[in-house]
Nanobody, 119 residues
C-alpha cells in the first residue's frame, strides 16, 4: 500500500525559507510525477509545482523564481524549497504522486503539512 508522508512545514517570518519533503513508500514502481499542491482557507486546492520522472518541472506562474522543486527518484522523494515567503503563501501543502499504465491512472495524496508565514 502506497503511503505519502510530508514533513518540513511550520511557522516562518515573511522573507524566510522552508524546505518541504515528501516520501512515497510502499510502491514497487516509479511515479510518473510527484508534486505539491496547496490549499488556503476558503480557497481551492492549487498546483504549486510538479516534477516528472524525467525531471521536467512545472510551476504555478506566480511562484516561479521563489520555489524550487526537486526529486530523488531512487528514494521516491520530492522536495520543495520555498524562499522569500509571503503571508499569502500560508496554506496547507499537500504532496501528490501519480502512476499510470496503459489503462489506468493512480493518484496518491499526503495528509498535508501546514505552512504559516507570519511575523
Amino acid at each position: 500500500q502506497v503511503q505519502i508522508v510530508e514533513s518540513g512545514g511550520g511557522l516562518v517570518q515573511p522573507g524566510g525559507s522552508l524546505r518541504l519533503s515528501c516520501e512515497a513508500s510502499g510502491s514497487s514502481f516509479s511515479f510518473n510525477a510527484m508534486g505539491w499542491y496547496r490549499q488556503a482557507p476558503g480557497q481551492l486546492r492549487e498546483l504549486v509545482a510538479q516534477i516528472t520522472r524525467g525531471d521536467v518541472t512545472t510551476y504555478a506562474d506566480s511562484l516561479k523564481g521563489r520555489f524550487t522543486i526537486s526529486r530523488d527518484n531512487a528514494k521516491n522523494t520530492v522536495y520543495l524549497q520555498m524562499n522569500s515567503l509571503k503571508p499569502e503563501d500560508t496554506a496547507v501543502y499537500y504532496c501528490h504522486a501519480y502512476y499510470s499504465d496503459y489503462l489506468n491512472r493512480y493518484d496518491y495524496w499526503g495528509q498535508g503539512t501546514q505552512v504559516t508565514v507570519s511575523s
